[in-house]
């Protein structure tokens, strides 16, 4: 299985960037989808997660301002982020817990995607 994301970039504060990741591979079906996230110096954090059910989950940081969704039909996990702030500058990972079969689930993670938020 694999993660591959895109949409990373940079961009002034205030502006905005879609996040795009897309599972391939080996796949049954996709139980929890997220974004997490790490500056420079700090640790990986959780940005935002949807679980089948499109239950969802926002960090405190990003709540209103950024919205996650997927599409199971593409096995593709998104991350609108609205209102950005330098503080999110951040290299961004996707991540997705897989089924291969009604048995066996595993977690994956993709090689993430740098975003920039600077004047």
């Known amino acids: 299985v694999q993660l591959q994301a895109s949409g990373g970039g940079l961009v002034q504060p205030g502006g905005s960037l879609r996040l795009s990741c897309a599972a391939s591979?080996?796949?049954?079906?996709?139980?929890?989808m997220g974004w997490y996230r790490q500056a420079p110096g700090k640790q990986r954090e959780l940005v935002a997660t949807?679980?089948?059910?499109?239950?969802?989950t926002y960090a405190a940081s990003v709540k209103g301002r950024f919205t996650i969704s997927r599409d199971n039909t593409e096995n593709t996990v998104y991350l609108q982020m609205n209102n950005l702030k330098p503080e999110d500058t951040a290299v961004y990972y996707c991540a997705a817990n897989v089924k291969k079969d009604i048995f066996q689930s595993a977690s994956y993670w993709g090689r993430g995607t740098q975003v920039t938020v600077s004047s």
């Open positions: 949807i679980a089948t059910g499109d239950r969802i």
């Open positions: 591979g080996s796949i049954f079906s996709i139980n929890d």
